[in-house]
């Protein structure tokens, strides 16, 4: 089955700087790739996707990358603010067989200090 | 996110004791989802199912059963053969032909 990496585990930055989490992923046939935002006790929330067929997204603040070949895709704050604090979580996707199956990665905590 | 209710906010079990968590929705989706999650870890599936009256294990099923008789619902049952239960647990859906998936506000399971 797919298997999803997840790096740094935790990350602190000062206001006002980037902040890029990587996530790796096994399964070539992957096909889609969201990006969830949780906060203590509440649920996941998608903030941000992309399909196998474009290479960047971006909006406003956040940006995602992907690169097929080397299996590889990246999230990306700019600016960041201390509301942007929070578990971050990668994920993909795996159609075959119409399963629709998504893999986590295990989760950034990122911490924005004012 | 609003169309996916999740019920009770918190559940205590006591040993030996089977539980069930609701999952409801409102958004006529077609497949909806069981996850687990731990501290430190990210979510991993218990049980899925893509259209009524059927369902599929996940990577973590044991000591756990489902049901999908209704569109709307998938509860989840925790039995007294899942000896370490105590977890927040998520449930999702997913339009039939959308990729994304949307959680619902989660249930946080302890053990008496």
């Known amino acids: 089955g797919e298997n999803v990496e997840q790096h740094p585990s935790t990350l602190s930055v000062q206001e006002g700087d980037s902040a890029v989490i990587k996530c790796t992923y096994s399964d070539s046939a992957s096909n889609y790739f969201p990006w969830y935002k949780q906060e203590l006790g509440k649920r996941p929330q998608l903030i941000i996707d992309i399909r196998s067929n474009v290479g960047e997204k971006k909006d ?36 075959g067989a119409g399963s629709y199956q998504l893999t986590f990665g295990k989760g950034t905590k990122l911490s924005v200090i004012p | 996110d609003g169309g996916i209710t999740q019920s009770p906010k918190y559940l205590f079990r006591k040993e030996g004791q089977n539980v069930t968590l609701s999952c409801e929705q409102n958004l006529n989706h077609d497949a909806m989802y069981w996850y687990r999650q731990d501290p430190g870890q990210g979510l991993r599936l218990i049980y899925y199912s893509q259209i009524v009256n059927d369902f599929q294990k996940g990577d973590i099923a044991e000591g756990y059963s489902v049901s999908r008789e209704k569109k709307e619902s998938f509860p989840l049952t925790v039995t007294s053969a899942q000896k370490n239960p105590t977890a927040f647990y998520l449930c999702a859906s997913r339009v039939g032909v959308g990729e994304t998936q949307y959680f619902g506000p989660g249930t946080r399971l302890l053990v008496l």
């Open chain 1, 60 to 95: 406003q603040r956040i940006a995602v990358t992907l690169n097929k070949t080397a299996k590889h895709f990246s999230l990306h704050i700019t600016e960041t603010q201390p509301e942007d604090s929070a578990v971050y979580f990668c994920a993909a996707l795996y159609s």
